[in-house]
């Protein structure tokens, strides 16, 4: 049996549908949220009109000593990523899955960037998230609260990390013109 948590969240980026989607592919390594140290591309291919990839991320981790016993002292993570964007719809989905720890530990994510239908030069996202952790696992709650309160610090910092690269990217566009 395991118990579950699930949250949404959503955000109103001041940028244009176009702007955010290279900031996404460009959030990672950041200042910000120094713990992601990296994104590789797996695949990336166009069908029917649609981008379509497949990301490694790899992040660092100090896990508490409590746990270290039963997961070792494991300190670099991975999540396997996959996209679509539609620049037709202006519409870019990202669904994450961690790989490391999934027999025990499952955090799915799904990221949903749109162009905002009221007003263009704003792009809408939505954030779901579901984590689950096996009640069999020692210290259950203990750690579903520790990675609880972590997911959702890192959400706001991912957003804090797009907002900067957003920035960094129209700072570009403005120096070119």
């Not at 994104?39 to 990336?44: H, I, Q």
């Not at 300190?75 to 990523?81: K, Q, V």
């Not at 704003?122 to 972590?150: I, N």
């Amino acid at each position: 049996m395991a118990s579950k948590n699930q949250w949404t969240s959503k955000h109103t980026f001041n940028h244009l549908w176009e702007t955010v989607c290279q900031a996404v592919w460009r959030k990672y390594p950041n200042p910000i949220n120094p713990a992601v140290i990296g994104a590789d591309v797996v695949e990336r291919r166009v069908e029917n009109g649609i981008l379509l990839s497949h990301r490694l991320i790899c992040w660092k981790f100090d896990l508490p000593r409590l746990i270290q016993p039963i997961l070792g002292r494991l300190n670099s993570f991975y999540a396997i990523e996959v996209s679509e964007v539609n620049i037709k719809s202006k519409a870019m989905v990202l669904e994450t899955k961690n790989s490391t720890f999934r027999s025990f530990i499952t955090l799915d994510e799904t990221l949903s960037y749109h162009a905002d239908p009221k007003d263009s030069s704003k792009t809408l996202l939505k954030q779901e998230t579901h984590l689950t952790v096996l009640r069999s696992f020692p210290f259950h709650d203990y750690f579903e609260s520790l990675l609880v309160s972590t997911m959702k610090t890192n959400a706001e910092k991912g957003l804090q990390a797009l907002e900067w690269v957003t920035d960094d990217i129209e700072g570009e566009i403005s120096y070119k013109n």
